[in-house]
């Protein structure tokens, strides 16, 4: 058996190396053509930016400015019928396996954050948003501090995480804190009462709420205690790649192509249930579109609008 384990982990880790060698070697472009496919990185459950719908398909406002930046790539490569293929990710594996040359793109609801563009690069922002917490009515929690002493839940590996726990440093809440490994599971902690409240970005939580069996049983705590601007998560140090990504990405803000796409996604009914979310373009937001060459991320990691 310890051999067969020291086996397992040799082609593990010979795949991992694998993957980065060919990811680093000639840059993304060439990897794709070499291998005739393009691999995006997505999400189960994170509605409506990227998740499965009831026919198992990936779905969601990142998925679709992802495969506009698949289309160019056929026509920069001349390879029309480049396979896409989408690769299930979490907030855990996200970076390491796009990272690993696993992926090329990750297309989910990943705030680009000072911390991670250490390990990776961001096309400009298409979302914004921030922390809050979702908890159920009759818990009784009305804000921050009350849940002192309480058991909250969080998806591991998220920005979320960290302001939450900082939030509780700095007022002492002693909160006992649960991991969960994605924000559906997460919910369903709040929704059987293992944990009163659930951090998240709020567009995340207002996505759940619509979702879920009885809506009205939930509601959504303010204000915000982080800033997360989403972008597009590639490679770093592959400047070719970087800057077709980018054009792509600010070609659809200066078109406002950008705004048909949000309008279907948060203004329209979408799986599952046909929930709306009701949801305008917010000023901030629009200001980013106007200004798609800057990524909305101050030198803190905090949004500029």
Avoid at 6 to 26: C, D, P, R
Wanted: hydrophobic fraction near 35%; include cysteine; charged fraction near 25%.
């Amino acid at each position: 058996m310890n051999r067969l384990s020291g086996l397992f982990i040799t082609i593990i880790t010979s795949l991992a190396l694998t993957g980065i060698a060919s990811a680093q070697e000639g840059g993304t472009l060439k990897k794709i053509q070499a291998t005739g496919v393009i691999k995006i990185g997505s999400r189960e459950a994170s509605i409506p930016f990227s998740y499965m719908d009831d026919n198992q398909q990936t779905i969601g406002y990142g998925v679709d400015i992802c495969l506009k930046v698949a289309d160019e790539v056929k026509k920069a490569l001349k390879m029309p019928n480049l396979k896409v293929e989408f690769v299930p990710v979490t907030s855990q594996t996200r970076i390491p396996v796009l990272t690993g040359g696993n992926i090329d793109l990750e297309c989910g609801s990943t705030t680009n954050s000072i911390e991670r563009q250490k390990q990776v690069s961001f096309a400009p922002t298409y979302f914004l948003t921030g922390t809050k917490i979702v908890v159920k009515k009759s818990s009784g929690i009305k804000k921050y501090e009350d849940l002192k002493g309480k058991t909250v839940v969080f998806t591991s590996g998220t920005t979320n995480e960290r302001a939450m726990k900082a939030y509780n440093d700095d007022k002492k809440l002693d909160i006992n804190f649960i991991p969960s490994k994605d924000h559906a599971e997460s919910f369903l902690a709040v929704e059987t009462g293992r944990a009163v409240a659930f951090p998240m970005d709020d567009i995340i939580l207002y996505s759940l709420k619509a979702s879920a069996k009885n809506p009205n049983d939930f509601e959504i705590i303010g204000p915000f205690i982080s800033d997360d601007p989403y972008g597009i998560m590639m490679r770093k140090d592959d400047a070719e790649f970087k800057k077709l990504v980018d054009s792509v990405v600010t070609g659809l803000y200066k078109s406002g192509e950008i705004e048909k796409i949000y309008h279907k996604w948060f203004e329209s009914k979408i799986p599952p249930k046909g929930i709306n979310l009701n949801l305008p373009i917010s000023e901030p937001l629009k200001e980013v579109f106007k200004k798609p060459n800057d990524t909305g991320v101050d030198s803190c990691g905090r949004m500029k609008c």
